[in-house]
């Protein structure tokens, strides 16, 4: 018998609660008109989600992902790839082998990212936006780990280059 892993529990924890949500968020914007998203009331409450419970996500995610990110940025200079935005948008062939490893970085830290955001407003406005979540807690994680993992490859390259060129002197 296969076993379950924790990575697919959380993935369909996050489904099950999106697509347990998404109905009444349909209808409200059916109502009102209203998208939400990147509107003045969106990112006032982004402002009222600093304050409120789970707060410290904002400070918590964001170093795993930039932790994760050093540590794949460091693999890929090992690996002889090149910084990850740059192999992303220059580097064609490079490319799938760095979705793939991006995914397995960061797939678990995204749905709880995700679902922290869908209980945040839960708990802070009483209601849940799931367009909302699906930008802000990918976004949360997403952008410090891409410039963590360029970085992190640049800085390993040189500081390797430069302990190579001290051995062969």
Do not use: C
């Not at 760095?98 to 995914?103: P, V, Y």
């Amino acid at each position: 018998m296969a076993s379950i892993s924790g990575r697919w529990v959380l993935g369909g924890v996050v489904i099950a609660t999106l697509v347990a949500v998404t109905p009444r968020a349909i209808l409200r914007i059916l109502e009102t008109g209203d998208l939400y998203l990147f509107t003045d009331q969106f990112f006032q409450d982004i402002l009222a989600r600093l304050s409120g419970p789970g707060r410290l996500r904002f400070i918590f995610q964001p170093v795993v992902a930039i932790i994760l990110g050093t540590r794949s940025g460091m693999k890929d200079a090992s690996a002889g790839l090149p910084p990850f935005l740059w192999a992303l948008l220059f580097h064609k062939q490079h490319w799938r082998e760095l979705f793939r490893s991006t995914l397995a970085s960061v797939r678990n830290l995204v749905a709880i990212a995700i679902l922290l955001d869908l209980i945040s407003q839960f708990l802070i406005f009483h209601e849940v936006r799931p367009g909302a979540a699906l930008v802000v807690g990918p976004v949360l994680i997403g952008v410090p780990y891409v410039v963590s993992r360029a970085l992190s490859n640049r800085i390993w390259r040189r500081s390797n280059h430069r302990k190579r060129s001290v051995d062969t002197v």
